[in-house]
């Protein structure tokens, strides 16, 4: 078995708004792996279109010291089917938000293509990234690391890992595993010292049992309302 492989990702974001829709990818395959990664400055709930699974409860900082507003970075997973258009994501309240697809290619093609995954915040004006790490299960993962900063700025990916997106609010990161085991601490870099989300997400060529992928612990703490 091989590795999966990073295929595409493209981005949109819109401000004052309840939703945003992001088309499929021109060069799709059905079959190929897709994440969403969705970042908002509210704590709303978000409704996915039908076929896409969140991970976990996302990640929400304490609201910004000056905007008073949080930050909430959230992860969503399916595979490209075949009458896939446009990618639908709601909530309730108008904010600003940007959401990132990414594709990838040699994922599991049956069950949940998620080995493992971590998500957290950091509530501190800070220009690192929350720290974030998984214990894969087995060989060839692919491991994708995303963050967003409430102000965002310049960004610098963490360290072995390649750059797939770096802009503005959100970075997008991507490295190779090829042994089952920890992948350590990752930390990225933005230039605006804020609040920052991060996600850390292990994708799998096999399928992976046992009623789903493994949930951080950071996740289980969360108020039962944020449910994302």
Known sequence: MATPGFAQVTTVDGYDTTGLAINKHATAVTGQGLLVFLAKENDDPVDP?????ELGSGAVTDPDPDD?????????????????DLYSFTWQEPCYARILL?????????????????????????????AVSVTTTGSNRLIVWCATNYWGGSWTIPSNYTSRFAQETMALGTRAQSSAGSTGSVVGLCSSERYSCAFLVALSDTPIGGGGPSEPAYNSGLLPFLLF
């Open 68 to 84: 008073d507003t949080p930050l909430a970075l959230h992860c969503f997973w399916k595979r490209v089917g075949g009458s896939d």
């Open 102 to 130: 990414a594709r990838f290619t040699g994922v599991a093609s049956s069950g949940s293509f998620i080995d493992v995954y971590d998500a957290d915040d950091n509530s501190t004006l800070d220009d690192e990234t929350p």
């Open 49 to 53: 279109p039908a076929g896409w699974t």
